[in-house]
């Protein structure tokens, strides 16, 4: 049997190694304890959110080539780091569109947003204004472009598509510029609706269908399913009462768009688009330096280089893999923001060194609110600040303005 001064000392070594943490009442601030990645927050958003939703959110085009290339070609790319560098401090801020961002981050638009979270995209609209970053509205959003306005003070930025309807265009359009949204992203890559086919197993419509299938799917997912009984119903809120409908029946996403979208979109819309907006004008869907060049001949204030997040053509290009052969050929003439794959903040400071003004993320922040709401949105987005920050930090560069492509291996000019 131990001695009295041996489990004494026993017990101080114990007491030295052990911390009883407290106790974490709050069921969203567990979940993002468990949390440190933009995949974590995945794996969150998949357990809450009901399999058709999460399916709608994470899925991309067929095979989805295109959707694992965006993020291959950021993982596949490395750093060529510079050290003794001799930098107190590391600036992150950035500028698009000519006005400051705290770092080069745009909030895209995604449609649909409520079903993530009943707030939708009030919750990131908010979070983006926190962020000191400027968030898109898009025209199939679930709260309207007056909504958005009403709760954020911050800089915001309206998607459009070419509806067949140029006169509802145009009033949108008009509406925007009353909220005071300071840019218009016209979306190019939807001529036709890509076949999403999660969505085609699921028979997955917006708003989601009630059958047996719903039902069990609800039940196994009771917080969500609570949420969206006790909130108004989800509808493409910018349309609300038109014509062409605004969700108040179940819509497969296919079918809507195919009907009330215009496949003749050509250059010649873009300029009716500047006759309608005095605004910034930024095309989102650039996928060659062909498009590019066209696009600053143009004279449009930025191209996102985009394939919908791999949702539309799979096959096309990754988005990484096109910012500096556009760059080379445009760089000096439009802002150049690489859309599709982002998952961490180091993604964000590759895309910089290869020649972007910015990136633009969507389904990584509807991870972070399936996973726990507006509180998510807050987490991802200080997460990849910093992120930005340290990799900055670790490669060598004081400021986003001194990334180019001597920080990248093998890309050195």
Request: glycine share 10%.
């Given at each position: 049997?131990?001695?009295?001064?041996?489990?004494?000392?026993?017990?101080?070594?114990?007491?030295?190694?052990?911390?009883?943490?407290?106790v974490?009442?709050?069921?969203v601030?567990?979940?993002?304890?468990?949390?440190?990645?933009?995949?974590d927050?995945?794996?969150?958003?998949?357990?809450?959110?009901?399999?058709g939703?999460?399916?709608?959110?994470?899925?991309?085009?067929?095979?989805?080539?295109?959707?694992?290339?965006?993020?291959?070609?950021?993982?596949?790319?490395?750093?060529?780091?510079r050290?003794?560098?001799g930098?107190?401090?590391?600036?992150?801020?950035?500028?698009?569109?000519?006005?400051?961002?705290a770092?080069?981050?745009?909030?895209?638009p995604?449609?649909?947003t409520?079903?993530?979270?009943?707030?939708?995209?009030?919750?990131?609209?908010?979070?983006?204004?926190?962020?000191?970053?400027?968030?898109?509205?898009?025209?199939?959003?679930?709260?309207?472009?007056?909504?958005?306005?009403?709760?954020?003070?911050?800089?915001?930025?309206?998607?459009?598509?070419?509806?067949?309807?140029r006169?509802?265009?145009?009033?949108?359009?008009?509406?925007?510029?009353?909220?005071?949204?300071?840019?218009?992203?016209?979306?190019?890559?939807?001529?036709?609706?890509?076949?999403?086919?999660?969505?085609?197993?699921?028979?997955?419509?917006?708003?989601?269908?009630?059958?047996?299938?719903?039902?069990?799917?609800?039940?196994?997912?009771?917080?969500?399913?609570?949420?969206?009984l006790?909130?108004?119903?989800?509808?493409?809120?910018?349309?609300?009462?038109?014509?062409?409908?605004?969700?108040?029946?179940?819509?497969?996403?296919?079918?809507?768009?195919?009907?009330?979208?215009?496949?003749?979109?050509?250059?010649?819309?873009?300029?009716?688009?500047?006759?309608?907006?005095?605004?910034?004008v930024?095309?989102?869907?650039?996928?060659?330096?062909?498009?590019?060049?066209?696009?600053?001949?143009?004279?449009?204030d930025?191209?996102?280089?985009?394939?919908?997040?791999?949702?539309?053509?799979?096959?096309?290009?990754?988005?990484?893999?096109?910012?500096?052969?556009?760059?080379?050929?445009?760089?000096?003439?439009?802002?150049?923001?690489?859309d599709?794959?982002?998952?961490?903040?180091?993604?964000?400071?590759?895309?910089?060194?290869?020649?972007?003004?910015?990136?633009?993320?969507?389904?990584?922040?509807?991870?972070a609110?399936?996973?726990?709401?507006?509180?998510?949105?807050?987490?991802?987005?200080?997460?990849?600040?910093?992120?930005?920050?340290?990799?900055?930090?670790?490669?060598?560069?004081?400021?986003?303005?001194?990334?180019?492509?001597?920080?990248?291996?093998?890309w050195?000019?």
């Amino acid at each position: 049997m131990p001695s009295r001064p041996s489990l004494r000392r026993s017990l101080d070594t114990v007491r030295s190694v052990v911390r009883v943490g407290p106790v974490q009442t709050d069921a969203v601030s567990r979940r993002l304890a468990r949390a440190a990645s933009v995949e974590d927050l995945r794996r969150i958003a998949e357990r809450r959110l009901p399999g058709g939703c999460f399916d709608y959110i994470d899925g991309g085009a067929e095979d989805e080539r295109t959707l694992e290339a965006n993020r291959r070609a950021f993982a596949d790319a490395t750093f060529r780091p510079r050290v003794l560098r001799g930098l107190p401090d590391v600036d992150v801020a950035g500028s698009v569109l000519g006005a400051p961002v705290a770092y080069p981050l745009v909030l895209a638009p995604t449609g649909f947003t409520r079903i993530a979270d009943p707030e939708g995209e009030l919750a990131v609209a908010r979070a983006a204004e926190r962020a000191g970053l400027p968030y898109t509205l898009s025209t199939l959003a679930t709260r309207s472009i007056e909504e958005v306005r009403t709760v954020s003070g911050g800089r915001l930025w309206f998607q459009v598509y070419a509806w067949r309807d140029r006169g509802l265009v145009a009033e949108m359009v008009e509406r925007a510029a009353a909220a005071g949204y300071e840019a218009l992203v016209l979306t190019v890559d939807t001529a036709v609706f890509g076949r999403r086919e999660r969505d085609v197993r699921r028979g997955f419509t917006l708003p989601p269908t009630i059958d047996a299938r719903t039902i069990l799917d609800g039940l196994l997912h009771p917080a969500w399913t609570w949420s969206f009984l006790r909130s108004e119903p989800i509808r493409f809120a910018n349309v609300a009462g038109r014509e062409v409908g605004d969700g108040s029946s179940p819509v497969t996403l296919a079918d809507y768009i195919n009907s009330q979208f215009d496949p003749a979109l050509s250059w010649a819309d873009v300029e009716w688009l500047r006759s309608v907006w005095d605004g910034k004008v930024v095309l989102k869907g650039i996928q060659c330096v062909d498009d590019a060049v066209l696009a600053a001949d143009a004279g449009v204030d930025a191209v996102v280089l985009s394939n919908h997040g791999g949702r539309q053509l799979d096959g096309s290009p990754a988005t990484f893999s096109l910012v500096a052969p556009v760059a080379d050929a445009v760089g000096d003439r439009t802002e150049i923001i690489c859309d599709g794959g982002v998952r961490r903040g180091s993604d964000i400071v590759k895309a910089l060194a290869a020649g972007a003004t910015a990136c633009m993320a969507g389904r990584a922040y509807l991870y972070a609110l399936g996973a726990a709401g507006e509180r998510g949105v807050d987490t991802l987005l200080g997460w990849w600040r910093d992120d930005v920050r340290r990799t900055m930090a670790l490669i060598g560069a004081g400021s986003v303005a001194d990334l180019d492509r001597s920080f990248l291996e093998g890309w050195a000019p």
